[in-house]
Protein backbone atom coordinates (compact mmCIF):
# COMPACT_ATOMS: atom_id res chain seq x y z
CA UNK A 1 0.00 0.00 0.00
CA UNK A 2 1.61 3.08 -1.20
CA UNK A 3 2.04 6.09 1.81
CA UNK A 4 2.94 9.36 1.90
CA UNK A 5 2.99 10.37 5.52
CA UNK A 6 2.84 13.90 6.95
CA UNK A 7 5.02 14.04 10.32
CA UNK A 8 1.81 15.93 12.19
CA UNK A 9 -2.47 16.52 11.88
CA UNK A 10 -2.32 19.33 13.97
CA UNK A 11 0.16 21.70 14.58
CA UNK A 12 -0.20 25.26 16.78
CA UNK A 13 3.12 27.48 16.75
CA UNK A 14 3.49 30.80 17.70
CA UNK A 15 4.02 33.87 15.45
CA UNK A 16 7.54 34.33 14.82
CA UNK A 17 8.44 30.67 15.49
CA UNK A 18 10.28 28.91 12.83
CA UNK A 19 7.91 25.73 11.54
CA UNK A 20 9.09 22.44 9.72
CA UNK A 21 6.57 20.62 8.38
CA UNK A 22 7.88 16.88 6.91
CA UNK A 23 6.98 14.56 4.55
CA UNK A 24 7.79 11.42 3.74
CA UNK A 25 6.97 8.71 0.71
CA UNK A 26 7.90 5.46 0.35
CA UNK A 27 7.14 5.17 -3.41
CA UNK A 28 10.56 6.24 -5.38
CA UNK A 29 8.90 9.03 -6.82
CA UNK A 30 10.94 11.78 -8.17
CA UNK A 31 8.47 14.69 -7.82
CA UNK A 32 6.99 16.08 -4.45
CA UNK A 33 4.38 18.72 -3.97
CA UNK A 34 3.39 21.18 -0.97
CA UNK A 35 0.05 22.87 -1.25
CA UNK A 36 -2.16 24.77 0.84
CA UNK A 37 -5.78 24.55 1.18
CA UNK A 38 -8.23 27.22 2.53
CA UNK A 39 -11.56 27.47 2.56
CA UNK A 40 -13.13 29.16 -0.86
CA UNK A 41 -9.50 29.43 -2.54
CA UNK A 42 -8.78 25.46 -3.16
CA UNK A 43 -5.51 23.87 -3.38
CA UNK A 44 -2.77 26.35 -4.31
CA UNK A 45 0.86 25.12 -5.02
CA UNK A 46 3.35 26.37 -2.87
CA UNK A 47 6.29 24.59 -3.82
CA UNK A 48 7.37 21.36 -5.73
CA UNK A 49 10.27 19.06 -6.53
CA UNK A 50 11.14 17.51 -9.22
CA UNK A 51 14.47 16.26 -8.24
CA UNK A 52 16.59 15.77 -4.59
CA UNK A 53 18.06 18.91 -4.06
CA UNK A 54 15.66 20.35 -7.04
CA UNK A 55 12.96 23.02 -6.19
CA UNK A 56 10.93 25.04 -7.87
CA UNK A 57 8.47 27.82 -7.12
CA UNK A 58 4.61 27.38 -7.28
CA UNK A 59 2.39 29.91 -7.14
CA UNK A 60 2.72 31.48 -3.54
CA UNK A 61 6.11 30.39 -2.36
CA UNK A 62 6.13 33.73 -0.08
CA UNK A 63 7.27 33.09 3.18
CA UNK A 64 7.81 29.45 2.58
CA UNK A 65 11.17 27.58 1.47
CA UNK A 66 11.74 23.63 1.22
CA UNK A 67 14.26 21.36 1.47
CA UNK A 68 14.77 17.81 -0.10
CA UNK A 69 17.74 16.09 0.85
CA UNK A 70 17.02 12.56 -0.21
CA UNK A 71 14.28 11.55 -2.54
CA UNK A 72 11.77 10.15 -0.18
CA UNK A 73 11.53 13.57 1.99
CA UNK A 74 10.23 16.61 1.31
CA UNK A 75 10.26 19.15 3.67
CA UNK A 76 8.16 22.62 4.19
CA UNK A 77 9.77 25.33 6.01
CA UNK A 78 7.97 28.80 7.30
CA UNK A 79 11.13 31.02 8.20
CA UNK A 80 8.94 32.90 10.73
CA UNK A 81 5.24 31.63 11.46
CA UNK A 82 2.84 34.91 10.78
CA UNK A 83 -1.17 34.11 11.18
CA UNK A 84 -1.98 34.11 7.31
CA UNK A 85 -0.47 30.99 7.20
CA UNK A 86 -2.72 29.37 9.58
CA UNK A 87 -4.05 26.74 6.94
CA UNK A 88 -4.43 22.85 6.10
CA UNK A 89 -1.10 21.86 4.17
CA UNK A 90 -0.73 18.84 2.10
CA UNK A 91 1.76 17.24 0.44
CA UNK A 92 1.78 14.62 -2.44
CA UNK A 93 4.28 12.83 -4.46
CA UNK A 94 3.32 11.59 -8.17
CA UNK A 95 3.66 8.99 -9.93
CA UNK A 96 3.89 9.47 -13.86
CA UNK A 97 -0.39 9.50 -14.14
CA UNK A 98 -1.59 10.09 -10.19
CA UNK A 99 -0.71 12.06 -7.31
CA UNK A 100 -0.47 10.68 -3.78
CA UNK A 101 -1.13 12.56 -0.82
CA UNK A 102 -0.71 13.07 2.79
CA UNK A 103 -3.57 12.84 5.39
CA UNK A 104 -2.47 16.96 5.42
CA UNK A 105 -1.32 18.95 8.48
CA UNK A 106 -3.66 21.48 9.70
CA UNK A 107 -1.52 24.15 11.07
CA UNK A 108 -2.53 26.87 13.60
CA UNK A 109 -0.50 30.00 13.75
CA UNK A 110 -1.15 32.40 17.30
CA UNK B 1 -1.55 28.40 -11.04
CA UNK B 2 -5.30 26.88 -10.95
CA UNK B 3 -6.59 25.51 -14.24
CA UNK B 4 -9.51 23.91 -12.87
CA UNK B 5 -12.48 25.51 -12.04
CA UNK B 6 -15.78 23.18 -10.92
CA UNK B 7 -19.08 23.79 -11.13
CA UNK B 8 -21.44 23.88 -9.26
CA UNK B 9 -19.39 24.42 -5.84
CA UNK B 10 -21.94 22.59 -3.55
CA UNK B 11 -24.64 19.70 -4.42
CA UNK B 12 -27.00 18.22 -2.37
CA UNK B 13 -28.60 15.27 -3.27
CA UNK B 14 -30.45 12.16 -2.16
CA UNK B 15 -29.12 8.20 -1.99
CA UNK B 16 -29.79 6.76 -5.55
CA UNK B 17 -29.84 9.97 -7.41
CA UNK B 18 -26.93 10.71 -9.85
CA UNK B 19 -24.39 13.69 -9.53
CA UNK B 20 -22.72 15.70 -11.85
CA UNK B 21 -19.87 17.99 -11.31
CA UNK B 22 -18.61 19.87 -14.00
CA UNK B 23 -15.08 21.00 -14.43
CA UNK B 24 -13.75 23.85 -16.90
CA UNK B 25 -9.98 24.68 -17.29
CA UNK B 26 -8.34 27.35 -19.58
CA UNK B 27 -5.28 25.86 -21.45
CA UNK B 28 -4.44 22.65 -23.13
CA UNK B 29 -3.77 19.90 -21.11
CA UNK B 30 -2.14 16.61 -21.01
CA UNK B 31 -4.89 14.83 -18.76
CA UNK B 32 -7.14 15.71 -16.59
CA UNK B 33 -7.81 13.71 -13.16
CA UNK B 34 -10.57 13.88 -10.74
CA UNK B 35 -9.60 13.56 -6.86
CA UNK B 36 -11.80 13.22 -3.66
CA UNK B 37 -11.49 14.45 -0.55
CA UNK B 38 -13.12 13.51 2.74
CA UNK B 39 -13.17 16.39 5.50
CA UNK B 40 -10.18 17.40 6.97
CA UNK B 41 -8.28 14.46 5.15
CA UNK B 42 -5.75 14.27 2.07
CA UNK B 43 -6.96 13.95 -1.52
CA UNK B 44 -7.58 10.34 -3.37
CA UNK B 45 -7.41 10.00 -6.63
CA UNK B 46 -10.06 8.82 -8.63
CA UNK B 47 -9.63 8.71 -12.25
CA UNK B 48 -7.91 10.24 -14.69
CA UNK B 49 -8.65 10.91 -18.43
CA UNK B 50 -6.06 11.48 -21.23
CA UNK B 51 -6.43 14.08 -23.51
CA UNK B 52 -7.14 12.16 -26.44
CA UNK B 53 -10.00 10.29 -24.82
CA UNK B 54 -13.79 11.51 -24.74
CA UNK B 55 -15.19 9.09 -21.94
CA UNK B 56 -14.34 6.95 -19.55
CA UNK B 57 -15.92 4.57 -16.85
CA UNK B 58 -14.59 3.29 -13.37
CA UNK B 59 -17.45 1.77 -11.05
CA UNK B 60 -19.92 3.97 -10.81
CA UNK B 61 -17.89 6.67 -11.71
CA UNK B 62 -17.96 8.52 -15.54
CA UNK B 63 -15.64 11.05 -16.73
CA UNK B 64 -16.43 13.24 -20.03
CA UNK B 65 -13.51 15.22 -21.60
CA UNK B 66 -14.41 18.48 -24.24
CA UNK B 67 -11.40 19.81 -25.42
CA UNK B 68 -12.53 22.25 -27.61
CA UNK B 69 -14.54 23.13 -24.64
CA UNK B 70 -11.86 22.83 -21.84
CA UNK B 71 -14.38 20.88 -20.11
CA UNK B 72 -14.63 17.76 -18.06
CA UNK B 73 -17.75 15.92 -16.05
CA UNK B 74 -17.92 13.41 -13.32
CA UNK B 75 -20.89 11.54 -13.22
CA UNK B 76 -21.54 9.05 -10.03
CA UNK B 77 -24.73 6.76 -10.36
CA UNK B 78 -26.45 5.80 -7.67
CA UNK B 79 -24.82 7.82 -5.16
CA UNK B 80 -24.36 6.36 -1.51
CA UNK B 81 -24.14 8.49 2.30
CA UNK B 82 -20.40 7.42 1.56
CA UNK B 83 -19.76 9.85 -1.31
CA UNK B 84 -20.19 12.47 0.67
CA UNK B 85 -17.09 14.53 0.20
CA UNK B 86 -15.60 17.14 -1.94
CA UNK B 87 -14.23 16.49 -5.29
CA UNK B 88 -11.30 17.96 -7.32
CA UNK B 89 -10.71 18.18 -10.98
CA UNK B 90 -6.96 18.66 -11.64
CA UNK B 91 -4.93 19.49 -14.86
CA UNK B 92 -1.28 18.67 -16.48
CA UNK B 93 -0.61 20.82 -18.89
CA UNK B 94 3.29 20.70 -19.12
CA UNK B 95 5.82 21.16 -16.18
CA UNK B 96 5.46 18.71 -13.06
CA UNK B 97 2.32 20.52 -10.98
CA UNK B 98 -0.69 19.08 -11.20
CA UNK B 99 -3.17 22.31 -11.17
CA UNK B 100 -6.61 21.81 -8.61
CA UNK B 101 -9.77 23.63 -8.95
CA UNK B 102 -11.87 24.98 -6.08
CA UNK B 103 -13.86 21.88 -6.00
CA UNK B 104 -17.69 20.66 -5.62
CA UNK B 105 -19.05 19.63 -2.25
CA UNK B 106 -21.33 17.03 -2.61
CA UNK B 107 -23.31 15.90 0.05
CA UNK B 108 -25.65 12.77 -0.12
CA UNK B 109 -28.77 12.44 2.11
CA UNK B 110 -30.22 9.00 3.28
Redesign the interface.
Known sequence: DVKVTQSSRYLVKRTGEKVFLECVQDMDHENMFWYRQDPGLGLRLIYFSYDVKMKEKGDIPEGYSVSREKKERFSLILESASTNQTSMYLCASRSILEAFFGQGTRLTVV | ??QGEEDPQALSIQEGENATMNCSYKTSIN?L?W?RQNS??????LI?IRSNEREKHSGRLRVTLDTSKKSSSLLITASRAADTASY?C?TVSSG????????TSLLVTP
Open positions: SQNQYGRGLVHLFAYALNFGKG
